[in-house]
């Protein structure tokens, strides 16, 4: 079958963002304390989205600069915390050298399958015995709603395509790895499960598929779509819905590495 329109807007909607999805910078307020921001110390936040957590690291003390890819999220970022400087960069091409104290990002690196660039730009960023702070998904991230994705589209009559797949999820032995290839010494790494509840009760799957998981639906008629959507719903909901609400069944990597 053809992917012939689209129905799924395939950007960052920041708004959307902000009031359906602020688990994403809630649930990271204690990487926030493992990063210990200090005042005067120079520290960049890496996808700062609309930028609750480089407020929240500015509020220690420090002097933060949140980067985005997405001109959308820096924008609202800029309209939600103007005293603080907020600009579009893309990580896999980091400007700086030598610059920061540390370097945080949370809930970003599993969108960046060209993970080498991004650590390479980190390495160059901080300052000689900087660190760097970080949470993505790793190994076997939502891997029960991509497998039922992927069961929906072949049912449906399209071939499961891995190109279709935006995120990259590694193992902590792999990404600790590049971490010290590149000059990094890795001190901590740890993967752990992080079942997290969604907003807006029996909507909130579909809300998390249409904002995250867009890529694998683009193209595809809106009947298609609506379909795909109801069979992944289906195969999800004895394990992923309790009690009127939806979870996302997240994996997270937790490292720190100083340089
Ligand atoms: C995550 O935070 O783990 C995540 C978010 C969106 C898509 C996939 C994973």
Known sequence: MDRTSTYFQNQWN??????????????AADLVEILSPKPGECIL????????????IAS?????????SAPTMVEQALHNYPQIDF?????????????FDAVFSNAVL????EAEEVVIGI????????????????KGNVKAIVTAIYNALQKAGYPADSGLNPWHFPSIGEYGSLLEKHGLQLTFATLFERPTPLDDGEQGMQNWLKMFANSFFNGLSLDAQMSI?????????????????????YKRIRVIAIK
Do not use: M
């Open 14 to 27: 920041a708004e959307l963002y902000d009031s359906k999805h602020s688990f994403v910078s809630e649930l």
């Open 45 to 56: 936040d890496l996808g700062c989205g609309t930028g609750h957590l480089t407020h929240k």
């Open 60 to 68: 220690k003390g420090a002097e933060v600069i949140g980067i985005d």
């Open 87 to 99: 600009s579009v960069v893309d990580a896999r091409n980091l400007p700086f050298t030598e610059k």
């Open 110 to 113: 599993h969108w960046i399958k």
């Open 123 to 138: 390495n160059k960023a901080l300052k000689p015995g900087g660190r760097f702070v970080a949470e993505f998904g790793g």
């Open 229 to 249: 959507l109801t069979d992944i719903e289906n195969q999800l909901r004895p394990t992923l819905y309790k009690n009127g609400t939806w979870f996302a069944d």
